[in-house]
């Protein structure tokens, strides 16, 4: 069967929401190229996103959306809606698959390097996935070159009003398993200061969706406010060389213990989707 399952209403409304969502985003992300006068950006034109649509063989596709600009260096607003069966080895790891290893999923995946080590990047990612089962995941946090104080409690304060309209206990709940998921076992560190992370959010659609939609919203309205902030301040080669090391972190992470990527790859999904996580420059000492 080549779509186990057909998109009913409420598939249909996840995945026009992680699509508005990213429209949304990129928009947002456009205006701050046309804002940026940092002196890094005279003579440079803003960026402006180029979107390239894909197919899955197995079914499905989605739509790359990557621009390369004065204050992004590579930010990727990506999503993708695909179905199909999982291979058997990776079936008996996907709750609702084991015995049946069809599945139809969707989801936004939000990546921003960018050119001022002063501006901290960022990662967000929301998704729908259906087996036998039904569920919400994501989660969003921030990976800045130097820890700016201000910066973390914003962001922070902002996701933890989005958990509040969910739960009393879903802030402390989200971060800690933020804290947990976003760690480099080898290096003995965080990625970088948190933010949440969740998942297998089911049995109430209506409840994980408005959640996941709250999710959303706080990092539209946080990250761009994070990014106004320090994108017309000055940096040193230094501070640049500082910056590509320690985005090799963020490499090691993303190829080594990202769930994200690793679905992807395992379901057959586009390399270049996949990997859009990737900086465009990284350096190891």
Not at 80 to 106: H, K, L, M, N, Y
Not at 167 to 192: L, M, V
Request: aromatic fraction near 14%; charge should be neutral; proline fraction near 9%.
């Amino acid at each position: 069967m080549s779509e186990p399952y057909p998109e009913g209403p409420e598939q249909a409304r996840a995945r026009a929401w992680f699509e508005s969502l990213r429209d949304r985003i990129c928009a947002a992300f456009e205006a701050i190229e046309e804002a940026c006068r940092s002196p890094f950006a005279q003579g440079r034109p803003p960026g402006r996103f180029e979107r390239t649509a894909w197919q899955r063989p197995g079914g499905g596709g989605g739509v790359m959306a990557i621009m390369r600009g004065r204050v992004f260096e590579k930010v990727g607003v990506n999503v993708s809606t695909v179905w199909g069966t999982f291979e058997p080895r990776f079936a008996a790891q996907i709750p609702g698959a084991e015995a049946d290893p069809r599945f139809w999923a969707s989801g936004i995946s939000l990546v921003a390097h960018l050119w001022s080590p002063h501006v901290p990047p960022a990662h967000m990612n929301t998704r729908h996935i259906r087996t036998t089962r039904s569920w919400f995941g994501g989660g969003a946090d921030l990976n800045p070159i130097v820890p700016d104080p201000e910066d973390t409690a914003r962001f922070h304060a902002r996701l933890e009003a989005a958990c509040a309209s969910y739960a009393p206990d879903a802030y402390a709940r989200f971060k800690a398993w933020a804290d947990e998921y976003f760690f480099i076992p080898h290096r003995g560190e965080p990625r970088g200061v948190g933010g949440i992370f969740y998942d297998y959010l089911e049995g109430d659609f209506e409840r994980h969706f408005a959640f996941t939609r709250a999710v959303g919203e706080a990092f539209l309205e946080v990250y761009p406010q994070i990014v106004r902030r320090h994108m017309d301040r000055p940096w040193t080669e230094q501070e640049r060389a500082h910056q590509l090391v320690r985005r090799g972190r963020y490499v090691e992470f993303n190829l080594l213990y990202d769930r994200g990527t690793r679905f992807g790859l395992e379901t057959g999904g586009n390399p270049d989707a996949i990997l859009m996580s990737l900086p465009p420059l990284v350096a190891w000492p």
